[in-house]
Structures are given as structure tokens and as C-alpha cells.
């Protein structure tokens, strides 16, 4: 039966329409596409869906609420394990995590757990009110640095434990990533800020403008914030650049920039918003990861008639999530592949003007088990560019770690913590996310958060170590 019944595409807007606006390209399932999806689920005795799921989300047991039309208890048990379930079912890879474990996809299309966790969050979010009382408080203080996925995660964890819980973000807004990175027309902001402030209603407070590092420390949240314990989820917020000849031109971003600037700053409602971006004709991004993909379908709907992706091996290593490079191709963006940039070059003004590239082959394969790309020799062409926007990845911003004395880093400048526990090598100083992993996904960034919250709950009950 389940198998008869085909898998529901998600329906987007039209992609010659989509590129010229900033509205969310995916439109949602209907209340009979969910039911209809939701029938397909087999309800495995040994569902290895959840295995997949790095929050542990109650799988089968929310799609058999979908597929009974109760949608509201959908949204309840949902929320038993995540915290922000209308942000995972836009931006989180289910198809290399839940459904990837998904049994009917062995012989067909797996069940869509991320359409339907994105519809269940979308009904409650319309038509749902707030279900659970608060625990009783513990009158234990946690504070949180840093406002991002991880940080959010670890706070409406620990609100449930009914510990007094503070976030502190640097900018003006919480939301980190989701905010700052993700484009609107992928994640609609309004979405992420009412999941922050269903938070809020859990007694968590968030406070923003705290740039923790240089308004206060660690060490001074604990010794006279009367903070119990801290998590630092501060993500990994300093981008990278490639180190070649040009880079400091006018017209060269990092991605970091370019999208704070569009999207956190609403950029693309200038005037109407007083934060100037300026996109040339002809865009080239340089990376091929879900950064590059947001970065070139930016571009494009702020103007520029051509945008390039600059990759320097071949679709198969592409880092992007396959829907995403698929949409960003529909919507025109060109794949400049086996190709990467030597020296950007600019005009008497200095402002960008061409970039010198290489082509490249693939030879064999490195540690990651991807091939290495090797240069062709005396394969180099110009390319036309007035615009160019660097997605290589990003590092951990040093202004925590640099004004936490004691604090274990890595060679990279990242937190060394118990991979268990996510303990650091400071007492009651706990972390997780991008800050420790380096640059990865919403959604191991959260399984972080919940996993730090269960061991610092742990420790102040006095049931663990904090080593």
C-alpha cells in the first residue's frame, strides 16, 4: 500500500517568478498532501528513521498523528524533542539523515519526514496555542552565549528543566545563523522569530546587544552573574578567504557579509531599509556549499543578470544540498565547475573588474575520500566579474575563547569538549555547535544544544562531572 502510494513533491513558486522575488520558494503541503504523505509511513517496529535524526525526533509517532488528520497532537509530540520544528523541516538535510534511514526508501522514495514536520510546525504556528505548563523553578541560573541554533536548542531544553535560563547575542536580533545566513526566500525570518518567542513564553530571556568577550567574560557570568553554569554556542561567524591576489578590491564579500547584509539588515528592502548592497551585473560566487548556493540566489533576486558558482572539482563533490543546487540551476545560476580563481583583478577606481581562473581536473581521491582537484597547466582565461562573493567556510570568532583563560582550543582555534558530555576543560563551562565542530548544519548544531542541556541538568543536579 505505502509503496503504491508516490511521494508528494513539495510545491515552490514558478522559478522565473521566484528569482525576481524574496518570498519563500517552497509553498508548503496541503492538509491532504500531509494525510496522503503521512499514509505512506510503514510504522516500523524498529523505526531506524529516529536513528538518523540527531534530536531524536519522535518520527513515526508524529506521522501516524498526520496521517490520522490530529495535527495539533502532531505539533505536541514534535515538540517533545525540538524546540524549533517550523526552522528543521526548511533548512535541515533530512535526506542524508532521517529519511536516508527511512525502510520504504529502500525500494522506493522515502517517507518526506521534513515536509511533514515543516507543515505540522506551519499548522500549530497558525492555528495552535501553547500547550504545557512550566516546571517549577530549580532556582539554578544558566547563562548561554551566543543566539544561534546551538544556544537556542540548550535554552528551551534546559527552560523545561525549569532552570533560569539568560541568552546573550551579540547582535541586535537572536537567531544567529538562521538569521544572519539563511536567505528569506529559504527561511522566512518571521518563522524563526516566532519559534524564539515560544522560548520566551518558557520563561528563557534573551538579551540581546551582549557581545560576551568584551562586555563581560566567562568568568565574570560566573563569578558575579551568579550563574551556575554556561554553554557557549557562539557558531562559527569569521569567514575565510582564499588568500589570493585581489581580494581586498571593492566588490569582493565575504558570504558572511553579503548575506548579514540582505538579510539580517534587510538590504534587499532598500531603500526602505537604510543598508546598501551593491550587486553588479555579473556575480561570481566562489564554493559550492549550501552558503554558495544562498549567496548566488541572493545575487539574483537583488539583480545581477548572470551569476556564476566558481567550483574547483565536479558536481559529484559539490558540498550543497542537492535541492538546493537544483533550485539555484532553475533559477538560471551558472555552474562554472573544475575551475577556481588565481587573482582578481580591479579598474582605476578600485572596484573588481575580471578574475583570472584555472581549470581543473580530478585526480585522486584525498583523506575525505573526495578526488583532488589538480591544476591544468596553461588552462588560464578571464573572467568578466564586477561583483565577486567568497564562500570557502568560516571559522570560530575568537572573542570568547580569547578572553576565557583556561579554556582548551584545538589547532584550529575551536573549544575541545567531551564529545559525551560536551564539557570543556573550564568547571560548568559546557559547548557545542559550529564553535566546536567547525562550520556544519542547523541541525547537528541543535543536537549539540539538546545533548549539552541533558549534561548540564546532569551537572547541576550534581549527577556528573563537569570534566
Not at 110 to 120: Q, S
Not at 293 to 304: E, P
Not at 320 to 344: D, Q, S, Y
Request: with cysteine; proline share 6%.
Amino acid at each position: 500500500m505505502a509503496l503504491k502510494i508516490p511521494r508528494h513533491e513539495m510545491p515552490c513558486q514558478e522559478p522565473a517568478v521566484r528569482a525576481h522575488n524574496f518570498d519563500e520558494v517552497a509553498l508548503g503541503y496541503t492538509e491532504e498532501m500531509a494525510v496522503e504523505e503521512a499514509k505512506r509511513c510503514l510504522q516500523c517496529k524498529k523505526p531506524t528513521c529516529r536513528s538518523g535524526c540527531p534530536v531524536e525526533v519522535l518520527i513515526p509517532d508524529f506521522i501516524k498523528q498526520v496521517a490520522e488528520g490530529d495535527f495539533l497532537a502532531a505539533a505536541v509530540t514534535l515538540k517533545e524533542k525540538n524546540s524549533l520544528p517550523a526552522i528543521c523541516g526548511r533548512v535541515c538535510p533530512q535526506e542524508t539523515q532521517c529519511e536516508s534511514r527511512c525502510i520504504l526508501g529502500k525500494k522506493g522514495e522515502p517517507v518526506a519526514i521534513g515536509r511533514l514536520e515543516r507543515f505540522v510546525a506551519d499548522y500549530e504556528i497558525k492555528f495552535g496555542e501553547s500547550h504545557g505548563e512550566k516546571p517549577a523553578p530549580t532556582g539554578k541560573k544558566v547563562a548561554i552565549i551566543g543566539g544561534g541554533p546551538s544556544g537556542l536548542a540548550c535554552a528551551g531544553d534546559l527552560a523545561k528543566s525549569g532552570h533560569g535560563v539568560t541568552v546573550f547575542e551579540a547582535l541586535h536580533v537572536a537567531g544567529g545563523v538562521l538569521m544572519y545566513g539563511i536567505p528569506q526566500f529559504r527561511l522566512p525570518k518571521e518563522i524563526v522569530q516566532t519559534e524564539i518567542n515560544n522560548l520566551k513564553e518558557m520563561g528563557v530571556e534573551i538579551r540581546t546587544n551582549e557581545v560576551v568577550g568584551k562586555i563581560t567574560s566567562v568568568d565574570e557570568l560566573m563569578a558575579s552573574g551568579g550563574y551556575d553554569a554556561v554553554f557557549i554556542g557562539t557558531g562559527a561567524g569569521l569567514p575565510y578567504f582564499m588568500g589570493i591576489p585581489g581580494e581586498n578590491l571593492l566588490g569582493v564579500y565575504s558570504a558572511n557579509e553579503f548575506l548579514t547584509r540582505t538579510n539580517l539588515m534587510k538590504g534587499y528592502k532598500f531603500p526602505e531599509y537604510a543598508t546598501p548592497i551593491k550587486v553588479g551585473k555579473k556575480v561570481a560566487v566562489l564554493g559550492a556549499g549550501n552558503v554558495a548556493m544562498d549567496g548566488a540566489r541572493t545575487a539574483l533576486r537583488l539583480g545581477a543578470e548572470e551569476v556564476s558558482i566558481v567550483y574547483r572539482r565536479s558536481r559529484e563533490e559539490m558540498p550543497a544540498r542537492a535541492e538546493e543546487a537544483h533550485h539555484a540551476e532553475e533559477e538560471g545560476i551558472n555552474f562554472r565547475l573544475l575551475t577556481n580563481p588565481v587573482a582578481l583583478h580591479g579598474d582605476e577606481k578600485g572596484w573588481v573588474k575580471s578574475m583570472t581562473c584555472l581549470r581543473y581536473e580530478l585526480g585522486e581521491p584525498d583523506a575525505s575520500g573526495r578526488r583532488s582537484p589538480v591544476p591544468i597547466p596553461g588552462s588560464e582565461f578571464e573572467l568578466e566579474v564586477d561583483t565577486v562573493v567568497v564562500a570557502i567556510g568560516q571559522g570560530p570568532n575568537p572573542l570568547v575563547t580569547k578572553s576565557t583563560p583556561g579554556l582548551e582550543l584545538n589547532r584550529r582555534g575551536n573549544i575541545v569538549a567531551d564529545p559525551e558530555t560536551l564539557a570543556t576543560s573550564k568547571a560548568g563551562v559546557f559547548a557545542g555547535g559550529d564553535i566546536v565542530t567547525g562550520a556544519a548544519t542547523v541541525i547537528l548544531a541543535m543536537g549539540a544544544g539538546k545533548k549539552a542541556a541533558a549534561s548540564i541538568n546532569a551537572y547541576l543536579n550534581g549527577e556528573n562531572r563537569s570534566h
